[in-house]
């Protein structure tokens, strides 16, 4: 019988140390999508990634040209000749693979660049939003199936442009 009624005591504090803690929710998507800086970001990230392509695929372009010259006079060449052409081509597609995957490497580290400090912001507003908010816990409202809590989306874009507007303002 104690223990029965320890086991509902303990459930009955746990339910009302729940109750207390108070969530609110955030949709992250919205966020960054309104912020200036975001589509700056975006826009060289692009930039960035669109001249990369263009590159590879000039090498490739000129290794397939070269299989072409190489395949119109493969009957005419020496053995010798024939292995100095192949080795050539060889050396022209290890220098492609190489190229592309420092290219991978390349994007991963420019998007990390860019996104650092917009991530920063964005929980930046949140603790803040959440703090003026008395929240014990935010939560991403995209990765939510139910989001009953308080909605702070639009003070945490209001909090999120204002400090856009200030590193922006500062790196000027």
């Given at each position: 019988?104690?223990?029965?009624?320890?086991?509902?005591?303990?459930?009955?504090?746990?339910?009302?140390?729940?109750?207390?803690s108070?969530i609110?929710?955030?949709?992250?998507?919205?966020?960054?999508?309104?912020?200036?800086?975001?589509k700056?970001?975006l826009?060289?990230?692009?930039?960035?990634?669109?001249a990369?392509?263009?590159?590879?695929?000039?090498?490739?372009?000129d290794?397939?040209?070269a299989?072409?010259v190489?395949?119109?006079?493969?009957?005419?060449?020496?053995p010798?000749?024939?292995?100095?052409?192949?080795?050539?081509?060889?050396?022209k597609?290890?220098?492609?693979?190489?190229?592309?995957?420092?290219?991978q490497?390349?994007?991963?580290?420019?998007?990390?660049?860019?996104?650092?400090?917009?991530?920063?912001?964005?929980?930046?507003?949140?603790?803040?939003?959440?703090?003026?908010?008395?929240?014990?816990?935010?939560?991403?409202?995209t990765t939510?199936?139910?989001?009953?809590?308080?909605?702070?989306?639009?003070?945490?874009?209001t909090?999120?442009?204002?400090?856009?507007?200030?590193?922006s303002?500062s790196?000027?």
């Open positions: 019988m104690r223990r029965l009624l320890l086991i509902v005591c303990l459930v009955v504090g746990a339910g009302s140390a729940m109750a207390q108070s609110g929710h955030v949709n992250s998507q919205a966020l960054l999508d309104t912020l200036p800086s975001r700056a970001a826009k060289d990230f692009q930039e960035f990634e669109y990369g392509m263009l590159e590879l695929q000039e090498m490739e372009t290794l397939n040209n299989i072409q190489y395949q119109g006079k493969e009957n005419t060449l020496s010798v000749m024939m292995k100095i052409e192949q080795e050539k081509l060889q050396k597609q290890a220098a492609l693979v190489a190229r592309d995957e420092s290219f490497q390349e994007l991963q580290a420019y998007s990390q660049e860019l996104n650092g400090p917009i991530l920063a912001m964005v929980q930046e507003a949140v603790q803040s939003v959440a703090d003026k908010n008395k929240l014990d816990y935010v939560l991403d409202a939510v199936l139910v989001a009953n809590g308080k909605d702070i989306t639009d003070e945490v874009i909090e999120l442009l204002k400090l856009d507007a200030a590193s303002a790196s000027n």
